[in-house]
């Protein structure tokens, strides 16, 4: 899967994301039921891998015994192997073939995910530039969902973690180049060091 896929599955993913925080109102829930979403819609895959991977099993006894009878014809061996696997009707391929489909849209989730948290970054240190004091959206114990939560961290973005972090995102009002350009530049700034005393 190329990236031009990649993103416009992350993308659409996003969307999705930002319906679910509009209609429940809470970003940390709304991550919880956007990752049950997800792992719904992939949990035919699952099931099939899974069963593809019991009927492995299954024949092990049958592989064994054909790799120990054939280990000194490789031929012979690859022979009786795929006569073993058309007989029990299974491939040793159809396990992985499911997660593979998975793995982009897994990609494409957490991208989505931390697209929408580094919007919600720039947005708070836009504002923070203008003066207006941050708010911070709790979820259980964390302090703020959009910031590591650890004793040592900071509710406010980090200035390393922040640079690190955000970049620019093609079709994203809020990660444009400008913005993003603008919060590097302030989180330089003395103005900036104040706001990290008083909520650090």
């Known amino acids: 899967m190329n990236i031009a896929n990649m993103n416009f599955i992350s993308s659409g993913l996003k969307?999705?994301?930002?319906?679910?925080d509009g209609i429940v109102g809470n970003y940390g829930l709304s991550v919880i039921i956007f990752t049950l979403a997800i792992r719904f819609v992939l949990l035919p895959l699952?099931?099939?891998?899974?069963?593809?991977?019991?009927?492995?099993?299954?024949?092990?006894?049958?592989?064994?015994y054909i790799q120990k009878k054939y280990a000194q014809d490789k031929e012979l061996?690859?022979?009786?192997?795929?006569?073993?696997?058309?007989?029990?009707?299974?491939?040793?391929?159809?396990?992985?073939l499911p997660?593979?489909?998975?793995?982009?849209?897994?990609?494409a989730m957490f991208t989505a995910m931390r697209v929408a948290a580094n919007e919600k970054t720039v947005e708070m240190l836009l504002g923070m530039m203008n003066g207006i004091e941050p708010s911070f959206e709790g979820f259980l114990w964390i302090k703020n969902v959009f910031q590591p939560d650890a004793f040592w961290a900071t509710i406010i973005p980090s200035h390393s973690s922040t640079l690190a972090a955000i970049v620019p995102v093609n079709g994203s009002a809020?990660?444009?180049p400008e913005n993003v350009a603008a919060v590097q530049a302030f989180l330089a700034s003395e103005e900036y060091l104040a706001w990290t005393a008083k909520f650090g």
């Open 15 to 20: 969307q999705v994301l930002s319906f679910i």
């Open 46 to 64: 699952d099931i099939k891998s899974k069963k593809s991977m019991k009927a492995m099993e299954r024949v092990k006894p049958q592989q064994d």
């Open 99 to 107: 997660m593979l489909l998975q793995m982009p849209i897994l990609f």
């Open 174 to 176: 809020i990660l444009t």
């Open 77 to 96: 061996l690859n022979r009786k192997m795929t006569e073993l696997y058309k007989k029990e009707n299974v491939s040793p391929l159809s396990g992985c």
